[in-house]
């Protein structure tokens, strides 16, 4: 493999381009780095599932009606979340293991919705929760913003536009400069 990489090596600079970056994020996200989130989300979503089936449902029965409803609302959103989350990694996996290209994850990343979905109710009233509920709930948005964080990353790399990109700042000086020095 070195050999090969070498050889593009020398061909990008024949040409006069750059070598190829390697995003990081591919790196990572073939990792143990990767294996432990995978495991992470595995296990808060079976944590998550054993706690509303059981514990979590004989705790409900014993709220307030306005912590019931929003306990029942918030366990809505935490089993939504925490399958979105689900979702995406097992997607990656599949393509860490070869089961899937990135193309094709890429078309299967169209039915994963990921997107941020926070707490929908007041913080006074997320503490009359359970306090397993409240803990899993907060795993779940830390969990949730990495694996987004995560996503981002993947969608940059694939972007056409180099990360460096000059800034807007930098572009008004120029123009500047160049109206002030005729």
């Not at 006074?124 to 907060?138: D, I, Y």
């Not at 990495?146 to 790399?157: E, G, K, N, P």
Request: proline share 5%; glycine share 6%.
């Amino acid at each position: 493999m070195g050999r090969q990489f070498e050889g593009s090596m020398r061909g990008h600079a024949a040409s006069g381009l750059p070598p190829p970056a390697i995003a990081f994020v591919y790196r990572l996200a073939a990792s143990p780095a990767f294996r432990d989130l995978f495991r992470e989300g595995m296990t808060l979503v079976e944590e998550a599932a054993a706690y509303l089936d059981g514990p979590g449902r004989a705790e409900s029965r014993d709220l307030a009606r306005p912590a019931a409803l929003a306990y029942a609302t918030e366990s809505m959103r935490l089993t939504t979340r925490l399958m979105q989350v689900a979702s995406w990694l097992l997607l990656q996996r599949a393509v860490n293991e070869g089961e899937l290209t990135r193309t094709q994850a890429l078309t299967e990343r169209h039915r994963v919705k990921l997107s941020r979905q926070d707490v929908g109710c007041g913080p006074e009233v997320f503490e009359l929760l359970p306090a397993t509920f409240r803990g899993l709930s907060r795993r779940s948005l830390r969990l949730q913003e990495r694996v987004i964080h995560l996503d981002q990353s993947f969608a940059i790399a694939r972007s056409p536009e180099p990360v460096g990109r000059r800034c807007e700042v930098a572009s008004q000086h120029e123009r500047l400069r160049a109206a002030f020095s005729n």
